[in-house]
C-alpha cells in the first residue's frame, strides 16, 4: 500500500501526477489528511512529474472545489476518479449515477453551498482601541472554504482593514494583500461593539414579518450560525410581533440608508460604517461601496450620480472615463482636484448585463433617496463653501425632483448644505454624445472656469469676515 498525504488541491495534484506517471491504482494508495499520523507504508515512488494525462476541465474545476471538502476521503475519491478518467473511461462524468461521481458532485454542492453561507453569514465588529480601524468576524465554516472566499470579502469590503477568524484558518485583509494564518478559537474575536447594533438594526428593518416562514428561515440561516449572528437574538421577539409589524409595513414601506449612518462626522468612521450599507437593494450586485474621497476640509465637493463599472472596481470615485475626463476639464479651468472632494449621490453601482459587459442603469428615486443620508452625512463633516451637482441625478438629490440641470445649470444657489449650490452636466454625459463631444466639452469647461472664480469669491468673502 502507498501512503501520500495532501493538505490542498496543489498537493493533491502533484502528489497524483507522480502516482499516475508509475501507474499506481487507487486500490494500491491511501491518502492522509494533512493531520493523519503517517505510520509504516512507503512514500509514492518518486517518478519524474509531468503533466497529468489530459482529463476534462469539467474535473479540474470539481476537483478543485471538492478538495476544500472536509471528508479525509476526498483525496481517496478524487483520485479515483482522475485514475478512472485516465485509465479507459474518459466519459466518466457523464455517468450520474456512479458512486464515485455522484460523491464527487455532492462534495462540490456542499462546498459551494458553505461559501455562498459564508458570504451571507460573516458579521464583522470593531477591534476597540485599533488604531488604524479594524474590523474582526468569528466564523466556523463547514469546510476548508476560507482562502477560496476571501478574495470575495476583500472586493466587497475592501475599503477597511478585517481579519475574518476561523478555528481552521484565518484570513486578514489590508486595504492592499490578503494574508493568511492558523486558526483560533472563538474567544480571540470581540463580543459585540456598536456594529453589532447596525446588524441588528439592519436586520429589524429588513425582517419581511409578512414573508416569514420559520422551517424556511432557520434551512437559510441554520440555526448553528446564530451564535455569531447579533441580529438572532432579536428574532424571536420579531417572530412574537409579526402580526403587528404586518399591519404596520402595509402602512409604511420604504428603505433608507438612514439607520446604516453612525452619528459622526469623521469621514474614516463614515467610510467604514458605509461597507456594511443594506438601506437599498444596490448593495447586492456590486462590488465595492465607493465612498466619496478627497480633503475633509475642501471647500469644494463635487457630487456625482453613482460610480461606474470602474470605481465599483477599484472602490474609488471618478477614477475611470468620465473622472479622467474631469481631471482634464478641471486642470483647464484651473480648479486644483486635491483641493475638492468627490463622490456621488449613490454609492453602489447599479447596472444591467449586456453580453459580458455590465452596462450602466440609472438608480431610481427610492435609491437615490434611499442613499441620500449618507451624501448628507458627508455635506455635513466636510461643510463646503460651494457643492457642484454633476448631472440630473445628484442635482436632483440636493434640490429636489424639479431641478432642471439643462435650464438651471450654471446658476448658483444658496443651499443647507453650502454656502453655494451649483449644477452641470455629468461629465459620463458628453463621452454619450460622440457628435457634439467637443462642443459640450468647452461649454463644460467654461461651466467649470465660473465654478473656479465663484470659489476664489466665496474664499476673499471669508478671509475679508476672519
Ligand atoms: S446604494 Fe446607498 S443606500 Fe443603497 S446599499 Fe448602497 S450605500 Fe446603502
Known sequence: MTIVRAHDFLSWRNESRRLLAADVSPADVHWAGANETL????????????????????????????????????????YRVLYRLTHSEPSLLKVG??????????????VSRDMHKMTAFVRFRRMENSDPECM?????????????IAPWFSRRFGGVRWSILTPDECAHWDLEKLTFTPGVPRSAAPASDDMEHLWKDYYASIFNPARVKVKAMKAEMPVRHWATLPEAEIIPNLLAKANVRVIEMAKNQKSSAA?????????????????????CELYARATHVVFGEGRPDAKVVMVGEQP???????????????????DKAMLEAGLDREQVYVTNAVKHFKWIERGKRRIHAKPSGIEISSCRPWLEAELASIQ?????????????????????????????FPHRWAK????????????????????????????????????????AASRRLS
Not at 384 to 407: H, I, K, N, Y
Open 308 to 326: 461606474g463599472d470602474e470605481e465599483d472596481l477599484k472602490g474609488h470615485p471618478f477614477v475611470g472615463p468620465a473622472g479622467r475626463l474631469l
Open 136 to 148: 474582526v468576524a468569528w466564523y466556523s465554516p463547514d469546510h476548508h472554504v476560507v482562502k477560496a
Open 259 to 279: 439607520e446604516f449612518v453612525p452619528r459622526t462626522n469623521d469621514l474614516q468612521q463614515l467610510r467604514a460604517a458605509a461597507s456594511v450599507c443594506r438601506g
Open 39 to 78: 505510520f509504516g507504508g512507503e512514500q509514492a515512488t518518486e517518478a519524474k512529474i509531468g503533466s497529468v494525462a489530459s482529463v476534462p476541465k469539467e474535473f479540474l474545476r470539481l476537483a478543485q472545489t471538492a478538495a476544500l471538502h472536509r471528508d479525509d476521503d476526498r483525496w481517496n475519491v478524487l
Open 420 to 459: 453655494q449650490l451649483v449644477a452641470t452636466i455629468h461629465p459620463s454625459a458628453i463621452l454619450r454624445m460622440p457628435d457634439r463631444r467637443d462642443e459640450e466639452y468647452a461649454l463644460f469647461v467654461h461651466d467649470l472656469k465660473l465654478i473656479a472664480a465663484k470659489v476664489r469669491e466665496l474664499e
Open 384 to 412: 463646503p463653501e460651494l457643492v457642484v451637482c454633476l448631472g440630473a441625478t445628484a442635482a436632483q438629490s440636493l434640490m429636489g425632483r424639479d431641478f432642471r440641470v439643462t435650464t438651471e445649470r450654471g446658476i448658483f
Open 97 to 110: 449515477i456512479d458512486d464515485d461521481v455522484r460523491r464527487l458532485e455532492l462534495m462540490n454542492q456542499a
